[in-house]
């Protein structure tokens, strides 16, 4: 039997630190350029060079104020802040490529639908069905506060909201426009056939929505959906919704669970279980030899800030750690925050202090850090894939190009050589590459495809 081929996302975000703080001090590392068009073109390049499916991009809304009630450290270390908009960065890297996709996210808790759908159809015609969308709804009560709300939304709300959001959002995509609705005939002066487009008309409890969708159905209709939530709520809304799935452990065991479950959940939604592909985050320093890697690793440590990781975790979890003395346990705080990352660090483990984070973040991140030959990360993914049923890879960037380049150049050969990587991209839209030919579309199964029914 083939073996399964990993598919490889890069994790980047359109600022200056994202996941493995301190490193942009490094001296090799261009991510200050984040501000310029050649940064994101050139990182596009060669992400395509290494046949990479995706270029996921994360976003924030608020900063990360939490540690230390200040946005001191925030500010100094640049813990994604400043931030740009990630959406607007994608236009001219599609331009620069043929095949790499693109998920983006947006916090649909401060968005309307109606223009959100468009953004997403235009986003897909101009990348010829590349776009992808990571689903969030927020966890900082700084961008709740900048929005104009006095308090986030209460975290399980926060679904219930993108339940309907999603639903009307599927009504514009999929229902509004049929297939054949745009002639573009000059001779009889038809571009639009009128009965061939019909008015959404949603009234719900969050949102009310009455009007067409107005793009003309892009190439994948609905962009491929992307979601991490991994909370019980979340997995449940992952389960009817997601296509892809964002997921981190430290046990392969506890990884293996989570995946058997949400693909549980979306059998009992009426979904093919395979329907989701399951990526890790993990972080990777290659080197010619382990030796090499080794001295590579001891370089980074040198400039990386754990004291900058523990600030965003403060802010994913909404506890500030700078309360506790070093080795005091961590108490279960209950808030409006990421609830999967407050469970996992103070239920799963009650014996978590502050020395514990600092030294998993030593890398200035909490993904888990491969270091070593092509052969040996090569070993770990392919161990990850077998042993979890996940289907690939978030690489969070260290010292950025030299990262990707690394990993391009070492590791992504090995795994060809394995049959475990590509070695061609696919035909046809982002949705068609990562499940195969003919799936460009929704599956019927999807919660998504319901609107397609409605007649005209």
């Not at 909201?161 to 009504?171: Q, S």
């Not at 975790?313 to 705080?333: C, H, K, L, N, Q």
């Amino acid at each position: 039997m083939a073996k399964k081929k990993i598919l490889l996302n890069a994790f980047n975000m359109n600022c200056v630190g994202h996941i493995n703080h301190g490193l942009w001090t490094h001296p090799r590392d261009n991510s200050v350029q984040y501000k310029t068009l050649d940064y994101w073109t050139d990182l596009a390049r060669l992400l395509e060079r290494g046949l990479f499916d995706g270029l996921f991009l994360a976003d924030i809304v608020g900063v990360y104020d939490v540690y230390r009630d200040s946005a001191d450290l925030t500010l100094r270390e640049s813990i994604q802040l400043p931030v740009n908009d990630p959406l607007l960065t994608v236009s001219a890297m599609a331009a620069a490529t043929r095949h790499l996709g693109f998920g983006v996210t947006v916090n649909l808790t401060y968005e309307a639908p109606y223009l959100l759908a468009r953004r997403f159809s235009t986003l897909d015609h101009l990348t010829g069905g590349r776009i992808g969308w990571n689903i969030v709804t927020g966890y900082l009560e700084s961008a709740a506060r900048a929005m104009g709300l006095s308090e986030q939304i209460a975290h399980d709300e926060r679904y219930d909201r993108a339940d309907e959001f999603l639903e009307v959002a599927y009504k514009l995509w999929e229902g509004s426009w049929d297939e054949g609705a745009v002639r573009a005939d000059r001779r009889a002066r038809v571009y639009a056939d009128p009965g061939a487009v019909r008015r959404v008309d949603h009234a719900g409890k969050y949102y009310s929505v009455q009007g067409y969708h107005l793009s003309e159905p892009s190439p994948q209709r609905t962009p491929v959906l992307y979601q991490a939530g991994s909370s019980g709520r979340g997995q449940a809304f992952a389960a009817r919704h997601a296509e892809c799935v964002f997921v981190s452990s430290q046990t392969k065991e506890g990884l293996r669970k989570l995946v058997a479950d949400i693909r549980e959940s979306a059998a009992r939604e009426g979904r093919d279980p395979r329907d989701i592909k399951f990526f890790m985050g993990v972080t990777a320093v290659a080197g010619g030899t382990e030796a090499l890697a080794r001295e590579k690793h001891a370089d980074y440590l040198r400039y990386a800030n754990p004291e900058a990781g523990l600030a965003h975790y403060a802010s994913s979890t909404g506890i500030d750690f700078s309360r506790y003395g070093p080795d005091e346990p961590i108490r279960y705080v209950k808030n409006n925050a990421i609830e999967s990352a407050v469970k996992s660090l103070t239920v799963a483990r009650t014996d978590r202090t502050v020395r514990d984070l600092l030294a998993d973040m030593a890398l200035g991140g909490r993904y888990p850090a491969l270091v070593g030959s092509a052969a040996q990360i090569a070993d770990e993914l392919e161990s990850w894939v077998a042993e979890t049923d996940i289907d690939g890879f978030n690489l969070a960037r260290t010292v950025t190009p030299e990262c990707y380049e690394d990993f391009i150049d070492l590791v992504i050969p090995e795994l060809q050589s394995r049959g475990s990587y590509k070695t061609a991209y696919a035909d046809g839209p982002l949705r068609e590459k990562l499940f195969g030919p003919g799936r460009g579309r929704l599956p019927e199964a999807h919660a998504g495809a319901a609107p397609r029914a409605v007649p005209a």
